[in-house]
């Protein structure tokens, strides 16, 4: 009858979506798309306005990265790593290091457009991998954006009950932790859906606005840190740095893994890449520049902290704080409970940025309704993305306890660092047309994606049998499998070196970092 869909239509019905379904999630992006060239030569009206500098960004990345856990991570590692907690650091940064080139090379590299890791997969891969990239870091976020939020509300009320008038007369679901319901499933805080709101406001009056707040709130945050380094300096007594490393070199490399999460947030300046005047030059500068200003400042604050007081006497909750009260030195602890306000403060303004012009990219590519694309005429920044951030922050952080659910974050961001040093060497291979051994069996692309996630696997394997003490056979046999995937990599194909800023040692480095990257997402594991 007609009208009535026979078994057969609904067959060839159902195997054409599926179809579709598979070229669109398997497309990739071209590098220099139609849209990206008119965004990039400002002929579009939703394009955004290049107004930061190479101090700008820097100050971005900076402002990120840096928040509150310098003045807590340092302390409580310490106490089980000792004075090496300054060696955990610098190979965490080492390996921050390795990633930031490869940002650094894609950043000047492809258009200068909004999207970051996101966009890298897009160009690299397929849409389907930069469509869960995104997801991953939306999760990430949102919940690490909620989570900042109710610790910036705490430390607020902390500071305000210094007052007498507010002293023990701020109720908890104000900012204190919060007013829980139904068995916790609930947890009341209005001050912490306030202050997102603050922020977002504030982002959405223009870059230029937002870029004056987050480099005021860095500059003071760094100026405190500078002052307590240079006041604890004269407090240190070095025969507390010894031994050096009471509880061996595995509580080093342990701490590592923690302290890694220290430096996420350099990837930030990556997502500026739209509102920068010069980013096929400042975006490199600022990715680099802004990663080593950290690593000189947690250094710095990790021999302080080692050196003032033995680190077994290290308290758990505020380290440094109560190291500069033993001393006699509370004008200090008041500084760093504003240098802890500061820097969160920037940690959640940059993190709100960075969501909204992720948005921002997934509507201008069709993978989300085009209001997420619409860009406001006179402020030039995404305003409906913005307020779409704000709201999903607010309810998470006005509702629920969510500093649980942080502890899972590190997966959202060691994705995008994994599948950034990933991109480097796809779109490398698509410079050339063969590779240096033929294979009759698979194309070398797919050899190299294979080896890619050969690496990857035991990098997580590896992560796995270290965080239970597994026989170090298992180990061994991880290490030697990623090191052979690693020279076929080096061996069977060919890398050409990109326009701009090329990443030294791109087969070397990349593979290097992504098994190390694997080795935290266990290791922090409570």
Known sequence: ???????????????????????????????????????????????????????????????????????????????????GVTCSFILAGLSCVLNALCYAELAS?????????????????????????????????????ASIARSLASYVVTILEMFPVFK???????????????????????????????????????????????????????????IVIFVGAFEVDVSNWSPFAPHGVKEILTGATIVFFAYVGFDAVANSAEES??????????????LLICIALYIGVCLVITGMVPYYLLGEDAPLAEAFSSKGLKFVSILISIGAVAGLTTTLLVGLYVQSRLYLGLGRDGLLPSL???VHPTRHTPIHSQVWVGIVAGALGGLFNVHMLSHILSVGALTGYSVVSACVLALRWKDKTVSQFSSRWTSAWREG??????????????????????????????????ILATTALCCRQAYTDPPGFSCPGCSHCASCLRLFQHVPVCSVTP
């Open 1 to 83: 009858m007609r009208g009535q869909k026979t078994p057969s239509s609904s067959s060839s019905s159902s195997s054409s979506w599926f179809s579709h379904f598979c070229s669109s999630a398997l497309r990739t992006k071209p590098v220099n798309s139609p849209l990206d060239t008119v965004l990039v030569s400002r002929n579009s009206t939703d394009a955004l306005v290049r107004r930061l500098g190479l101090l700008d960004l820097i100050l971005i990345g900076v402002g990120a990265s840096i928040g509150a856990g310098i003045f807590v991570v340092t302390g409580t590692v310490a106490r089980d790593a000792g004075p």
């Open 109 to 145: 590299r492809l258009p200068a457009v909004v999207g970051g890791a996101y966009l890298y997969a897009y160009s690299a891969f397929n849409e389907l991998t930069a469509f869960l990239v995104f997801g991953q870091l939306m999760i990430d976020y949102h919940i690490g954006a």
């Open 168 to 226: 023990d007369n701020i109720p908890s679901w104000i900012g204190h932790g919060g007013e829980e319901f139904f068995g916790g499933t609930l947890s009341i805080n209005l001050l912490a859906p306030f202050l997102l709101a603050l922020l977002t406001v504030i982002l959405c009056l223009g870059v230029g606005e937002s870029s004056i707040v987050n480099s005021f709130m860095t500059v003071l945050k760094v100026i405190i840190v500078i």
């Open 277 to 290: 005047r010069r980013p096929q030059r400042d975006l490199p500068l600022a990715i680099i520049g802004s």
């Open 372 to 374: 997420f694309s619409k």
């Open 449 to 482: 994606v294979l080896c890619i996630v050969t690496v990857a696997c035991c990098g997580f394997a590896v992560g796995i049998f270290y965080r239970f003490s597994a026989s170090y056979f298992f180990l061994v046999v991880a290490v030697v499998i990623a």
